[in-house]
Structure formats: C-alpha cells, structure tokens
Nanobody, 126 residues
Framework: QAQLVESGGGLVQPGGSLRLSCAASGFRADQHVIGWFRQAPGKEREGVSCIMITSDNTKYADSVKGRFAVLRDNAKNTVYLQMNSLKPEDTGIYYC???????????????????WGQGTQVTVSS
C-alpha cells in the first residue's frame, strides 16, 4: 500500500531554514511525480513545488522560487523540500503527495494526486 510520511516541520524565525522530508513506502518515488503543497489557516491549499521522474525537472510556485529547493534521494526513497529565507507567509501545513499522472501540467493540480501524507506544520514567526 502506497504511503507518504512527512517530517521536519517546526517553528523558525523569519529568514531561517527548514528541511522537510517525505518518506515514501509501498512504491518507488523515482517512478512518480511527487508534489509539495501547503495550506495556511483560512486559505485554500496551494501547490509549492514538484519533482518529476527526471530529478532535474523541478517546478516551483512563484512565491517560493529562489528560496525553496526540492530534491530526491532514491536510495532512501525520500523527497525533501529545502526551505530557505523563510517568511511569515510561508506558515502553514505542508503536505507531500504522489500522482500516477506524468507531464509538467500535473505539478500543481492537487486533484490529480492520489496519495497524501498527513502533513507537517511549519510556523515562521519571531
């Protein structure tokens, strides 16, 4: 059974960094598009980033470009989201998800993802 487990969230000051982990089991992460999404209180869930089957094909929301990086460790079957220069508006619950669809268009289409992690809270505050 496919499963994703996120970890690494926490409280960080503005300008700080966090690295989120998304451990996959029951399937190979390197054979699927893995996306990162977040949901802030009172707001809709939004796509943050995704990594395609080809590791050098990654995508980012405009709000995080240049600050976040997504990468995959095939040996550990884990996808990471490195978050730098964090801002208060990055606060929210972060989820990783898997889709069986392929192609650049799937990255931020949350409805196309069939397996989701439980989420990890990220709070950026002084």
């Amino acid at each position: 059974q496919a499963q994703l487990v996120e970890s690494g969230g926490g409280l960080v000051q503005p300008g700080g960094s966090l690295r989120l982990s998304c451990a996959a089991s029951g399937f190979r992460a390197d054979q699927h598009v893995i996306g990162w999404f977040r949901q802030a209180p009172g707001k809709e869930r939004e796509g943050v980033s995704c990594i395609m089957i080809t590791s050098d094909n990654t995508k980012y929301a405009d709000s995080v470009k240049g600050r976040f990086a997504v990468l995959r460790d095939n040996a550990k079957n884990t996808v990471y989201l490195q978050m730098n220069s964090l801002k208060p508006e990055d606060t929210g619950i972060y989820y990783c998800a898997r889709t069986i669809w392929q192609g650049d268009y799937v990255c931020f289409e949350s409805k196309l993802y069939d397996t989701w992690g439980q989420g990890t809270q990220v709070t950026v505050s002084s």
